[in-house]
């Protein structure tokens, strides 16, 4: 599937509307192969990759995602896409999350 065919949210301020100087527009793809949900308690694991939402330890209106899925049921490439780099707003140093 290519990424020009996914859904996709537009957020930021010029996504809401508002367009003041240095505002910016963000566009978040829905992937149907992955799924989120708040709390393990509400889990449903079937063929997508299900992540949780961890939401100690960080500042209002953000989250970590805890990867739910046993990873060796997971094919190579997802693996290796779960190991790459997180990158750090504003520029900083790259991270690596593993959660697994």
């Excluded at 963000?26 to 949780?52: F, G, H, T």
């Excluded at 939402?53 to 990873?71: G, R, S, W």
Aim: net charge positive; with cysteine; glycine share 4%.
């Amino acid at each position: 599937m290519s990424s020009k065919n996914l859904p996709h949210i537009s957020s930021g301020s010029k996504g809401e509307g508002f367009n003041p100087k240095g505002s910016d527009y963000d566009i978040m793809q829905i992937i149907p192969w992955y799924v989120v949900y708040e709390s393990d308690k509400n889990v449903v694991q079937d063929w997508r990759l299900v992540l949780v939402m961890d939401t100690e330890d960080t500042p209002p209106c953000f989250t970590q995602l805890q990867l739910y899925t046993n990873i060796s049921i997971l094919p190579n490439y997802i693996k290796q896409q779960l190991q790459k780099p997180v990158q750090q707003h504003r520029g900083k140093k790259p991270t690596f999350k593993r959660a697994f």
